[in-house]
Structures are given as structure tokens and as C-alpha cells.
């Protein structure tokens, strides 16, 4: 057993080497300069243009890469293969690899106008491989929705009164934007109160949980709203009527909040969850020091509804093993399934939209991308690797890898009982945490699977594509097809294949960064982007074609689905899987064409956002 505090120094040490070092190295590799316009200030609008303060850019960046994957995919992988493997991709590929990806994403936006990755691989390979990212993306965003909506059933089905908290928080996020901008109330004392009342809504979680369907081990005061039937709803058998029932209100709330005006949900949420998740991830890194080096007071963990009773922590060592095997029985072989299983935390796909989405619009000054870009994911880094402490201080949620996922709040309320919280109390707020990271990235997800496709059509000429591009129409293409993907049932399935869609998505946007430097300047290297370029692009590839031609296929033929609706599902999972690694080679394609058209001194016109010539300046320390 090794104490858990000694896992969150390693990580810090390798995070603040690769910050003071790699990044410093990288802001002069792609030149960051200050006096160089950014987007923000050339084309100011106001709305999406608008050059923020850095400190504000970085919550709001973080907040939005920072959802529940870079807690949920370390669990998984920790519970698979043991925290030894988990902590050394996060705590070294972290620096290197995603880092990297986010900062590079960030910057070669900037460069661009501000535009998104589709767009920049659009100028170099045409427009045919602009519309293949654009589409993989949509394709991601799908399985985002299914995995998150799934995670979000699991956590209120074990944890019923974070369900009432997370009512509590949702409802004051949308009175905190009445607040600030209908009643233009003044920013400072509405965050404080607001913020404060987030906070209290979890001793209202405590003191009215909520279910939507009976089950055996709810706590004795939960309220229960539709009563025992829920057996019809898909992937009722494969879990329980009241986590089936949670997925389709997750899904429900995703449509709703991402056709809202951003005003009523998205900004003032996004503020509340930063508070969240400072306090979460600060008091849950704080406390495996304190509780280490001051003591830790034993406790026991209660919690039926989450299948954990009578679990005793009493001190903060890693209580799973540090490696169990190079093979696990559900999630498979570590090569590929440990990198794509991970699928925050060390690098995400999904970032790159984010940077290059929305963050690149508002960065006020070019040296700011050192900090949010490369910062920010080191910041998501550290979620990843409290997510494996607090897992690993908790046994006993059972032996599957989805009943491992609920140890997260209890292990994150363990830590946090250091400062005298009592656990099931922390163990709300913790999962209160989980769920609002998991609900942001969902309707974040949402809203840009709307805005993809609305770049895929471009300006709708016909009936038809006026109505696939009608917000609410599809907004409900998502969402069906989202809830259809999680219908299986099955964890093992679904993770490693938005993993391996999100990993996938991670190697284009690098594909995309390597080609703007090959066509930048023939004497820039290529190592610092294609080394984890041809890394994940080999892990994503083998990680989907596994699951499309082989572990899918295998669970129809051995009859190992939940109803039709169930088989039908892990078919459309093959067939999404495959029609990724298509879209991989493709793209690759095209790529690779123009950088051997590029670094071969042929002619290259009008290269829109080359990185430009020299008068960079190694922006100041953060």
C-alpha cells in the first residue's frame, strides 16, 4: 500500500516540469507575440469576439474542458489494470502529450482567425477533408452524449440525494442569469450569494432525496416520484428501472439546454461549476495531505444505494491494487484500452473544439495561450489524478468496472471528512461535483454537435436542409441518437468506443497542428506534434477496429445484449466505429499528401494563418 498523497506530489512535480519547461519552449517554437493582433481584438463583435482577462478565460476554458471524462476514465482504467498504470499516463502523457494538443489546437486557432480545426485542415486539404473532420467530430459528440448520460444515470441511481442537490444547482444557475442579465444585478454580491446557495443545496440533497422509480437499497426518506414501474425503458434490464430512467431525463435536459439562449443555463452555470470545481479538487487534493501528514480519524461508509456498506478507510493508502494484469476480462488488453480509456485527463479530442471553438475568440493577448492552453490541461490533469486517489481509497462497490464509478464520491467524501465534514455529506457534495461537470460537458457537447452541422451544410439552399439545421430539430437528431448509443446498457461498451472516437479526435487535431507547421516554415520541426500524432493515432485505430470487427460482433453472435433495442445498439456501435477509422485513414490521406507537397519545396500560395515571420517574444512567466 502506498500513501495516496505521494500519487498527487508525482503528478505535480511531472506538471510543473512541463509547464516551466516544455511550454516555455513551445510558446517559442510557435511565436507567440503580443504584438501580434489576436482575433478577440480584430474582430471584436461583442458576442463571440471579445478579448477577456486571463484569469476570466482560464475558468471559463477550464470549466469547459474539465467535465466528468477525466474522472470517470481514470476510475475505470485504475479498477482495470491498477492505479500504477493510470497515474503514469496521466502524470507524464499528461505534459507531453495532451498539453501539447490543447496548446497547439489553441494556437494554430489564433492564427486562423479564430476559426475552428475543420476549417484550418479545410485551407491546406480542401474542403472534402474539412467536411471528414467536421463529421467525425459530430460523430464524437454523439458518444459523448451517451456516455455522459449514462455516468449521470449511475451517480443519481446511487447517490439520490446529489439528484436533489443537482435540481437545486441547475434551478440557481438559470435564477443567477435572470439575475445578471434581466435584472442587471451587480456581478460580486450575486456570485457570493449564488454560489453560497449552490452550496446549500446540498443539505437539501441530504434532506429530500430523490428517485424516480423503487428499488431495493434507497435510503428510507427518498422520495420517490413515478413509483416502482419503469421496467419498459430501454436498458432497464441491463441496469435498473431508476438509472434508465435518470439516462432519459439526463438526455431531456441536454436537448432543452442546448437550444436555450446561452444567457439563461450555459454562462451562469459554468461560472457556479468553477466554483465547484476548485473547491472539489482543491479540498479533495488538500485533504490526502493534511489527512497524511496531520492524521486521518477512521471512518466507515454507508451508502446501500451506491452497493457500498460498511467499508472502513482508516488511512489514506491505496487500497486497489497497484496492477492487476495486462489483459482485464470486461475492457481488454491494456494496448490499446488503458490509453483510450483514459480519455481526459491525459489528452482529449474534445478540447481541441473547445480552443479552438470558443477560447480562441476571446484570448486577449497571444502569450495568454501558454497559461489557458497548456495550463488549463494540466489543471484537468490534476481532476484525473484525484479521481484515482479517491478511487483508490474505497472497495467494495462491487466487481464490475460501472459499480467501480460510484466509489468516486465516497473515496472524494473520505478526503474531505479531514476537515471535519461528515461523509455522506461530503460524499453529495463530491458527486454534486461529479454531476455538474458531467452535465456541462453534455449540453456544451450538444450545442457544438448543433453548430457542426450547421457548418457542414453551410447556408441552407432547400427544404431539407432548412429543417436539419433548425436548432430544435437538430438538437432532437442528437439526442436520439445519444440515448439509441446508450441503450445497450453496457459501460465496457460504451466508453471504450467514445474513448477511442474522442482519442481519435485528439490525433486529427493533431494531424491538423503538424500540417500548419509543415506549411508555416520548412525548418520548423514536426517531433514535438507527430511523435503523439503517430502514437495515438496507432492506439485509436487498433482500439476501434477492435471494437467494430471483433468485441461487438462477438457480444451479438454470444447473445450478449439486453432486448432488440439492445442488440441493435451495439450494431450501430460497430458500424460508428468502423466508419471512424475510415474517416482516420482519409484524413490521414489528404495530410499526408500536403505535407510531402509541402516540405517538398513545391509551390504553396496563400497559405492562410501561416505562423508569420519572426519578432516573436517569449511571453512572461505565469
Excluded at 392 to 399: Q, R
Aim: aromatic content about 12%.
Amino acid at each position: 500500500m502506498v500513501q495516496v498523497m505521494w500519487l498527487a506530489i508525482a503528478a505535480l512535480a511531472t506538471f510543473s516540469a512541463g509547464y516551466l519547461g516544455y511550454s516555455r519552449y513551445l510558446a517559442r517554437f510557435v511565436e507567440l507575440d503580443d504584438d501580434r493582433e489576436t482575433p478577440a481584438h480584430k474582430y471584436d463583435d461583442g458576442q463571440e469576439y471579445v478579448p477577456s482577462k486571463k484569469p476570466v478565460l482560464l475558468g471559463h476554458h477550464y470549466s469547459s474542458i474539465a467535465g466528468g471524462a477525466p474522472i470517470a476514465g481514470p476510475i475505470t482504467a485504475a479498477a482495470a489494470f491498477g492505479w500504477i498504470p493510470a497515474v503514469i499516463w496521466v502524470a507524464v502523457g499528461n505534459p507531453l502529450f495532451g498539453a501539447v494538443h490543447d496548446f497547439m489546437s489553441l494556437s494554430s486557432s489564433v492564427r486562423h482567425d479564430g476559426k475552428s480545426i475543420g476549417y484550418i485542415i479545410g485551407q491546406y486539404v480542401g474542403e472534402r477533408g474539412k467536411d471528414m473532420l467536421l463529421w467525425f467530430a459530430y460523430l464524437t459528440i454523439i458518444l459523448v452524449i451517451a456516455a455522459f448520460a449514462y455516468l449521470i444515470g449511475l451517480v443519481f441511481d446511487a447517490f439520490p440525494w446529489t439528484a436533489t442537490a443537482s435540481f437545486v444547482y441547475i434551478a440557481l444557475a438559470i435564477l443567477f442569469g435572470v439575475y445578471l442579465y434581466q435584472l442587471n444585478g451587480p456581478f460580486l454580491p450575486g456570485a457570493v450569494a449564488f454560489v453560497a446557495l449552490v452550496f446549500g443545496g446540498v443539505w437539501v440533497g441530504l434532506e429530500y432525496p430523490v428517485a424516480l422509480f423503487a428499488r431495493e437499497g434507497l435510503p428510507a426518506e427518498t422520495i420517490v416520484l413515478l413509483g416502482s414501474s419503469g421496467e419498459f425503458l430501454p436498458m432497464a434490464n441491463a441496469t435498473n428501472p431508476n438509472m434508465a430512467g435518470w439516462v432519459l431525463v439526463t438526455v431531456l435536459y441536454a436537448f432543452a439546454a442546448s437550444v436555450l439562449p446561452v444567457w439563461v443555463l450555459l454562462q451562469p452555470r459554468d461560472f457556479l461549476t468553477s466554483s465547484l470545481l476548485y473547491t472539489g479538487v482543491g479540498g479533495m487534493i488538500l485533504g490526502a495531505i493534511v489527512g497524511t501528514v496531520v492524521g486521518f480519524t477512521d471512518i466507515t461508509i454507508n451508502v446501500a444505494s451506491a452497493g457500498i456498506e460498511g467499508v472502513q478507510v482508516t488511512s489514506l493508502t491505496t487500497q486497489i491494487p497497484g496492477w492487476t494484469g495486462f489483459i482485464h476480462p470486461e475492457l481488454g488488453a491494456l494496448f490499446p484500452f488503458l490509453f483510450v480509456t483514459i480519455a481526459c485527463g491525459t489528452i482529449s479530442g474534445f478540447h481541441s473544439l473547445v480552443s479552438s471553438g470558443t477560447t480562441a475568440k476571446q484570448l486577449n493577448k497571444e502569450s495568454d495561450a501558454r497559461l489557458i492552453g497548456y495550463g488549463g490541461m494540466l489543471g484537468e490533469g490534476l481532476l484525473a489524478i484525484t479521481a484515482i486517489l479517491a478511487v483508490s481509497l474505497v472497495v467494495g462497490a462491487g466487481d464490475s468496472l460501472s459499480s467501480a464509478l460510484v466509489t468516486f464520491p465516497a473515496g472524494g467524501g473520505a478526503l474531505l471528512t479531514v476537515f471535519g465534514v461528515g461523509v455522506t455529506a461530503a460524499a453529495t457534495f463530491i458527486g454534486l461535483v461529479f454531476v455538474s461537470f458531467l452535465l456541462t460537458s453534455t449540453d456544451t457537447a450538444m450545442r457544438l454537435g448543433r453548430y457542426m452541422l450547421e457548418e457542414i451544410v453551410g447556408t441552407p439552399e432547400t427544404d431539407l436542409e432548412r429543417t436539419v439545421t433548425n436548432r430544435y430539430v437538430n438538437a432532437g437528431v442528437l439526442s436520439l441518437a445519444g440515448y439509441f448509443l446508450v441503450a445497450s446498457g453496457q459501460w465496457s461498451n460504451i466508453w471504450p468506443l467514445f474513448g477511442g472516437a474522442n482519442q481519435a479526435l485528439a490525433a486529427l487535431a493533431l494531424l491538423v497542428a503538424t500540417v500548419w507547421l509543415a506549411n508555416w516554415d520548412d525548418n520548423k520541426q514536426l517531433v514535438s506534434t507527430g511523435v503523439p500524432l503517430v502514437f495515438m493515432l496507432a492506439v485509436t485505430v487498433i482500439a476501434l477496429a477492435t471494437i467494430g470487427l471483433y468485441r461487438n460482433p462477438t457480444a451479438l453472435l454470444a447473445g450478449e445484449y439486453s432486448g432488440l433495442v439492445g442488440a441493435a445498439s451495439l450494431a450501430l456501435q460497430s458500424v460508428i466505429a468502423l466508419v471512424l477509422v475510415g474517416l482516420i485513414f482519409g484524413l490521414v490521406w489528404f495530410s499526408y499528401n500536403n505535407i510531402r507537397e509541402a516540405r517538398g519545396g513545391l509551390d504553396r500560395e496563400a497559405i492562410v494563418g501561416s505562423g508569420g515571420g519572426g519578432g516573436g517574444v517569449e511571453p512572461g512567466d505565469d
